[in-house]
Every structure is written in C-alpha cells, then in structure tokens.
C-alpha cells in the first residue's frame, strides 16, 4: 500500500508531541508564563517539519516533503493546544478562593472564584467592558478564550512546520555527505 504519510513523519509527530507537553508544562507550570508558548510554537513548527522529512529520508517529490511536515505540524500542534488547554482549564475549575493573604473568598470552586478574584482585585469594570458581570458570563468568556487560543496554537504550529517543509523541498536534490551511507569497513 502506497501510504500518503511516510512513517518518518508519523514518528516525528509524536516527537513533537513529547516537545509540547514539556514545552506547555515549562511554561505554563514552572516558569508560568503562558505568552513563550504562542511564540515557541513556530518553532516547534519548523523544528518538526524538517525532523519529520530527515527521518523519513525524504527530499522529493516536494509536495511528500510538504505533506510529512503538514502531518507532523498537525500532530504536535493538536497535542500543545490540548496539553494548553487542559493545563489552563485545571486553574479555571479548581481556584477555590484562597488568597495570598491566606484568606479565602465567598465562592464555590472553579470559575465563580476566579471571578470573584478579579472583582476582589478592582478589575470588575474592565470585566463588565467585554460583557463579563458574573461568573457564568467569566466561565463562558474563558471557555472561549481557551478554544481559540488552541486553534491559534495549532495554526501557529502547522504554519512553522509548512516553512520548514518547504525549506527541506527547497534545498538541493542532490545527497547531503550525512545522507550517503558509510563505508563498508574491510
């Protein structure tokens, strides 16, 4: 059977999988900065679409080397907007009121509490300028906030992964020396 993806390809997708959950987590956990994970994701993009035609030796025809990358790109962009979005639905639904302070607010757990935070804060009115006045309406804003923030993801990754796809079919037909077999030893 002629397959459309090489196996290279698919290899590499779940090679970007394991890079955005360790990106994801870094950033969003560790260094808790969530902005470094929209700017990584070209990159990862680009990183994976060359990895997925290296590995599946590929250079030509140029529209197998776009596929491969296209493929590996949609795998590890679908992976970082599910391991985003969970990670940033963990904090809407468990916030359970507790402040810095040691305090707690007046609120059942998840996103009724990180309402409350915010109007806690003195953000109720730039809140109320986007139609947020409750904590259904927060839910629902945040809801949509995260689903659009992984497609973003996944386009961002897809659209690296296509620059590096059309970098590789590019690039010279002719074998690279890392590309020739060693010699035989005597």
Excluded at 22 to 48: D, K, T
Excluded at 93 to 113: A, F, K
Excluded at 119 to 130: K, P, Y
Excluded at 173 to 182: I, K
Aim: glycine share 14%.
């Amino acid at each position: 059977m002629n397959r459309l993806v090489d196996r290279g390809a698919v290899f590499a997708g779940w090679v970007g999988v394991g890079m955005a959950l360790v990106v994801a987590i870094a950033f969003e956990l560790i260094v808790a900065v969530q902005s470094i994970v929209f700017m990584a994701a070209p990159l990862i993009g680009l990183v994976i679409g060359i990895y997925a035609n290296i590995r599946a030796q590929r250079r030509r025809p140029r529209w197998r080397v776009l596929v491969n990358s296209a493929y590996a790109g949609l795998v590890t962009g679908v992976g970082m907007a599910v391991i985003y979005v969970a990670l940033r639905l963990v904090f809407l639904y468990g916030d359970t009121g507790v402040l810095i302070n040691g305090e707690s607010l007046d609120c059942r757990t998840g996103p009724e509490c990180t309402y409350m935070r915010y109007v806690e804060a003195g953000r109720a009115d730039d809140l109320a300028g986007v139609g947020v006045t409750n904590a259904a309406t927060y839910e629902a804003a945040a809801l949509r906030e995260q689903f659009f923030g992984g497609l973003t993801l996944v386009g961002l990754t897809v659209g690296g992964a296509l620059v590096g796809g059309v970098g590789r079919a590019l690039g010279s037909a002719a074998p690279r020396p890392e590309d020739e077999p060693a010699p035989a030893a005597v």
